[in-house]
């Protein structure tokens, strides 16, 4: 989590901003090394992606193009099941 300090006429107002543990750049498998509850989203999806070889360096990215998947949604699912 990140903390925001901005000035508005004299006043300082704080925004906590919720810093995403899983982005588009990490790879399948390291994110299913470090979250590995997040292989039944994976699985939801139809991507068996536990033991792919592709998994050690794909990143998030490059599967939903390859998958033709929404990326934003798929990030909000993992990142929900990482915390």
């Not at 794909?58 to 929900?80: F, G, R, S």
């Amino acid at each position: 989590m990140a903390l925001f300090i901005s000035e508005d006429n004299d006043m300082i107002i704080k925004h906590m901003v919720k810093t995403p543990k899983i982005t588009k750049e990490m790879t399948v498998d390291e994110i299913l090394k470090k979250y590995p509850k997040t292989a039944v989203i994976f699985m939801n999806y139809g991507l068996h992606c536990a033991g792919c070889p592709l998994a050690q360096s794909e990143t998030i990215e490059q599967l939903v193009k390859a998958n033709m998947l929404d990326e934003k949604k798929l990030l909000e699912e993992l990142n929900k099941l990482a915390e």
